[in-house]
């Protein structure tokens, strides 16, 4: 399975934009690159994923390098309950090899 | 979307004695998964749930000490057998709706301590 790099932790004011970086310098042609966020005391969550082009939606905007070595997850307001840990996770997204391996992840933090 | 409810939410157990955690999805889903997640780590996958056949598990994890049953396509289980302090973590449960490019839906997990 192809490796993800992320930092440890990051921190952000409310309101203010977040950029989550991504590090996949491995990654295939055939992989999806997946972002979900596991807030406190729950089960993670899906926030988006594209495969070559920038992606948005009514959570976050996935921005993809050219050469697909790296992305950028963009939360554009950041709010107390974003929160969270976020993962970036590269899945080839075929019918029958769909399970997901998660890496560390950021812990991002939100001030008021 | 897929709703899921793992039972139980939370156990405490002796050690030596062993845990079956429920899984039932609102829907009928081809792909389900099982997590643990030990105190303070990133989640680890033990084994993709085959509806009919036997579990696919990862590296490091055995059918003897982790039996997974999916008897139909809404419902899976999962057993920690012969519990010792090492085991206590969070169980979850992940479905795919088969669908291809699509998003994981996960369980609330299962949080076991074991004593």
């Known amino acids: 399975d192809a490796k993800t790099t992320q930092p440890n932790s990051m921190e952000s004011n409310e309101e203010e934009p977040v950029h989550l970086p991504c590090n996949h310098s491995?990654?295939?042609?055939?992989?999806?690159i997946h972002w979900y966020r596991q807030l406190p005391s729950q089960g993670p969550e899906y926030v988006i994923h594209?495969?070559?082009s920038n992606v948005n939606n009514r959570m976050a905007s996935l921005a993809i390098a050219e050469d697909r070595k790296s992305s950028t997850l963009i939360l554009h307001r950041a709010t107390l309950r974003d929160a969270a840990v976020y993962y970036c996770?590269?899945?080839?997204?075929?019918?029958?090899?769909?399970?997901?391996?998660f890496g560390t992840g950021t812990r991002l933090q939100v001030f008021p | 979307s897929a709703v899921i409810s793992q039972k139980p939410s939370r156990d405490i157990c002796q050690r030596g004695t062993s845990l079956t955690i429920q899984c039932q999805v609102d829907?009928?889903?081809?792909?389900m998964f099982w997590y643990r997640q030990q105190p303070g780590q990133s989640l680890t996958l033990i084994a993709t749930?085959?509806?009919?056949?036997?579990?696919?598990?990862e590296s490091g994890f055995v059918i003897d000490k982790f039996p997974i049953s999916r008897p139909n396509l809404t419902f899976s289980t999962l057993t920690v057998s012969n519990m010792s302090p090492e085991d206590s973590s969070i169980y979850l449960c992940?479905?795919?709706?088969?669908?291809?490019?699509?998003?994981?839906?996960f369980g609330q997990g299962t949080r076991l301590t074991v004593v």
């Open positions: 594209g495969l070559t």
């Open positions: 829907s009928q889903v081809t792909m």
């Open positions: 996770i590269l899945s080839p997204r075929s019918y029958n090899t769909d399970k997901l391996i």
């Open positions: 992940s479905v795919e709706l088969g669908q291809g490019d699509t998003e994981a839906f």
């Open positions: 749930a085959n509806q009919g056949s036997e579990a696919t598990y």
């Open positions: 491995t990654i295939s042609g055939t992989d999806y």
